[in-house]
């Protein structure tokens, strides 16, 4: 038997080419399968994660949340312990809650013309998506800023590379920033779609969107609240931001009249804006979740709670007027609010030792 050569090379055969299998192609989440996303904004006191068990209790199946307190500079370390986003991310999907939306902080200011406090709010920004990724959050929604002084703009090119500057470094992956409309109170930027148009164009290669929040829509002067008048600012709407990047609406009604240029939410159907105004708008072809509209479009309300129960009649409002009944609608805790009832002080009577007569002194 011949013996094999040394140093002889055995044919390639392609067939033995490693290769790796190709990542699967995630599936697309459950919140976008094009049917009504409501919900409402709540409260992270005491335990971030339990913000998602008030949005259930309330009947909703989306929500919007701070990641950290909204009315304060942040004290040392803001990031989330990755124990708690990790506990955050498992109870939301245990409960089947989307989109889920963070605000952020009231405070900051892209536009400000002080460099210290743009600054500032420059990397208060940068922490909200580093927290808003941790939380695997889907939308991250900020307010444009002021331009206290300043041009508009001027304002508008120190927002967007305020945005720029503050996203570097960051690995968004679906995480979206979404630009929120105001109502025009002060040097507010951003009451005019193509203020808000202008700011999107500016950011570059920036994941971006926008929020249209219907109180500060009225208050700047469009009017929603008739069936032409909500035509024509759909029309404007689409003609500036374009209808395909709203993919949320702040629902809220307003008491302040149309053009007032001050920012008053108010409950739903109780505002000047009006029930039938909002069910015109929720049922909108193009405002809506369905074939003319965005999937996974939510429905957002930032309404006040005056008394124990608002939020949860709220929420059941809109569900109402999209038609959506109690039984098809997710289920809502009988009697949860986020605020909770006054106890009345009881008034205890309190005894007086009794009177006693006087010992009569010996004599």
């Keep these: 038997m011949a013996e094999p050569l040394i140093g002889a090379q055995a044919a390639y055969d392609a067939s033995d080419e490693y290769r790796p299998e190709p990542e699967p192609i995630p599936e697309p989440p459950a919140w976008l399968d094009g049917s009504f ?21 309330l009947g909703a199946n989306a929500l919007q949340i701070f990641s950290a307190s909204p009315r304060m500079w942040p ?15 498992a109870r939301r999907s245990e409960l089947g809650l989307g989109p889920l939306v963070i605000h952020d902080n009231y405070l900051i200011n892209l536009a400000c013309p002080d460099r210290v406090m743009r600054a500032k709010s420059i990397q208060a920004f940068h922490d909200e998506l580093v927290r808003a990724v941790a939380l695997g959050a889907d939308f991250l929604v900020a307010h444009p800023g002021a331009c206290l002084g300043s041009e508009k703009a001027q304002a508008i090119g120190e927002i967007a590379q305020g945005l720029r500057q503050a996203a570097r470094g960051v690995k968004l992956g679906s995480l979206r920033i979404l630009i929120e409309n105001t109502s025009g109170m002060g040097s507010a930027v951003g009451a005019r779609f193509d203020e808000v148009r ?9 994941p971006m969107g926008v929020c249209l929040d219907t109180a500060h829509t009225y208050e700047a002067g ?20 374009r209808l395909d990047r709203i993919y949320v609406l702040h629902i ?5 009249p149309r053009g007032s240029r001050v920012d ?23 405002l809506g979740p369905g074939m003319h509209g965005v999937p996974g479009r939510a429905f957002i309300l930032e309404t006040p709670i005056d008394r124990p129960g608002d939020d949860r009649r709220n929420v059941r409002a809109l569900w109402d007027l999209v038609g959506v009944s109690v039984k098809q609608a997710p289920g809502a ?5 986020m605020r909770k009832a006054k106890k009345r ?3 205890r009577r309190t005894k007086r030792p009794p009177i006693r007569a006087k010992a009569k002194r010996k004599l």
């Design 37 to 57: 996303r409501i919900g409402i904004h709540t409260s992270i006191a005491g335990d971030i994660a339990a913000a998602l068990d008030s949005a259930a209790k």
């Design 75 to 89: 004290r040392g370390g803001s990031r989330i312990a990755e124990a708690d986003a990790a506990r955050f991310r």
């Design 198 to 206: 202008a700011i999107l164009d500016h950011t570059g290669d920036l």
């Design 222 to 241: 469009y009017d929603i609240a008739t069936e032409s008048g909500l035509e024509a600012t759909i029309a404007a709407l689409d003609r500036t931001i």
């Design 252 to 256: 809220n009604d307003s008491k302040t």
């Design 264 to 286: 008053r939410h108010e409950h739903i159907g109780r505002g000047k804006i009006g029930l039938e105004a909002f069910r015109r708008i929720l049922n909108h072809p193009r």
């Design 333 to 337: 805790q009988s009697g949860f609010s």
């Design 345 to 347: 002080a009881s008034k």
